[in-house]
């Protein structure tokens, strides 16, 4: 069980959700119940979810339980990113102009242009025939 305060910060990013649960621990993170190096595929997915530890020197500090939901791997990590640097903000205000001088307290807003009518996609346009 937990030992002293939980610090809870929430992540978006495209169409992903990461509910974070940060406690005073050794460094474990743990998303959706599986270790974050064999749940994110890729090593850079998953040193930009952990960023924020790295940037504040937090590693071995803080143990990070996340619940990750929608988008892919790519997502999940970004919002995972957004929650933890949330998280560590509310456990030490201090951390805050590390943080942000990373760019780690700032949502990143680019999402999915819609699709228009009377086209194939965004921007992409139906094939013109001239005869």
Avoid: W
């Amino acid at each position: 069980m937990a030992q002293g305060p939980v610090y809870l910060g929430t992540g978006r990013r495209k169409t992903s959700v990461a509910r974070v649960r940060l406690l005073r621990g050794t460094g474990n993170v743990t998303v959706n119940g599986v270790e974050a190096e064999k749940y994110f595929p890729h090593e850079r997915s998953h040193q930009h979810a952990v960023a924020p530890l790295s940037v504040t020197k937090m590693v071995n500090k803080y143990d990070v339980i996340a619940r990750c939901t929608g988008g892919g791997f790519t997502g999940q990590a970004g919002a995972l990113r957004l929650g933890i640097a949330r998280a560590l903000l509310k456990a030490d205000n201090s951390l805050e102009p590390a943080l942000r001088q990373g760019g780690l307290l700032t949502r990143d807003p680019r999402e999915k242009e819609r699709k228009k009518y009377g086209q194939r996609g965004a921007r992409a346009s139906f094939q013109y025939s001239k005869r």
